[in-house]
């Protein structure tokens, strides 16, 4: 099982999310995408796509603008 890594800090959103849906495009099932980011905006983002994606989302805030996302990816197309 492969990691794609994007370092989104710094990046306003939506371009944290953009990044992540395209790495999430070529990932084939059960591969994983982390995404570090520092839009507060992005918690928000983040969540509400993998509910409408229907993506497996851990979500993790490590300081006051510091967060870190890994799907799973959930289907192959």
Known sequence: ????VIDARGMRCPMP???AKRALMAAQAGERVRVFASDPGSWRDFHAYAKLAEEQLTAE???EQEFVYEFTKQHSL
């Open 61 to 63: 805030q490590l300081g």
């Open 17 to 19: 999310l953009l990044m």
């Open 1 to 4: 099982m492969s990691e794609s």
